[in-house]
């Protein structure tokens, strides 16, 4: 499944997919024309074309008539079918770009956590300037790694969902995704925004830290360990490329 993904986000397939909720061919010469304007009237660029049509139905625009901001051939069977193939690749593209974004946003977010630990390190040495030793300021190095744990499964919590038929049991799931996502973020804000080893409480700092990360690990386990569950009871139900290429088949 991954496999699947990561070729899927590297794939020149979904400049293809824009294109296809973007754009619309003329229908009597077949040069690609992007709307540009609010306006259904169309006429093709082509300067051997010029075709006059409309964007809603692709049918010509001369028997619309009066109907200027309106289609009035909604009925037309070919016109439904281009409106139902455009919107179609739209929401496909829509469906792919929520989860896209948030797999590249757990991404970035784990590069940019990685140079938290630089910064953990000064942290640490501060509090070991006010007489804690070492080991009592581990628990902020324990907190990073249990940040980067956490982006790293949300991060391909966003793949595994992309796939997922929808049921019962995916909606669990987004429940844990979501639970752990929250918990996540505060535990970043947490350690990035919120210590300040001169003024702050150290005893207090350190109580709170690793009741965050401690509770985040613990969300982690339990959306794991339902997707594991899950996967033994046969209760994910997965869309994956080979299949869909089989429904359009049989289409």
Not at 8 to 37: M, R, Y
Not at 206 to 213: I, L
Request: proline share 2%.
């Amino acid at each position: 499944m991954l496999k699947f993904w990561l070729k899927k986000c590297s794939d020149d397939s979904e400049t293809s997919n824009w294109l296809n909720a973007n754009t619309k061919d003329c229908p009597q010469c077949h040069v690609t024309i992007e709307k540009d304007g609010g306006c259904n009237h169309m006429t093709c660029r082509s300067v051997t074309c010029k075709f006059e049509f409309c964007w809603m139905c692709l049918g010509p625009w001369k028997p619309h008539g009066s109907g200027w901001y309106s289609c009035n051939r909604y009925e037309d069977k070919e016109a439904k079918e281009a409106r139902s193939a455009q919107e179609l690749s739209r929401a496909a593209l829509q469906r792919y770009l929520h989860y896209y974004n948030r797999f590249v946003n757990h991404q970035n977010s784990l590069k940019f956590e990685n140079k938290l630990q630089d910064q953990i390190k000064i942290k640490m040495q501060q509090m070991q300037a006010h007489n804690f030793t070492w080991v009592e300021t581990q628990f902020l190095a324990n907190a990073v790694a249990v940040l980067n744990k956490c982006r790293r499964t949300l991060m391909y919590t966003y793949a595994f969902a992309y796939y997922l038929k929808s049921n019962n049991a995916s909606n669990v799931f987004e429940d844990n995704q979501r639970d752990l996502e929250t918990a996540t973020e505060q535990l970043s804000e947490k350690l990035e925004r919120e210590l300040d080893i001169d003024t702050d409480d150290l005893v207090k700092i350190k109580q709170e830290v690793q009741d965050r990360y401690r509770y985040v690990d613990q969300r982690r386990e339990v959306l794991l360990k339902h997707c594991f569950e899950g996967l033994e009871r046969g209760e994910w139900v997965f869309n994956l490329p080979q299949q869909q290429q089989q429904q359009q088949q049989k289409k």
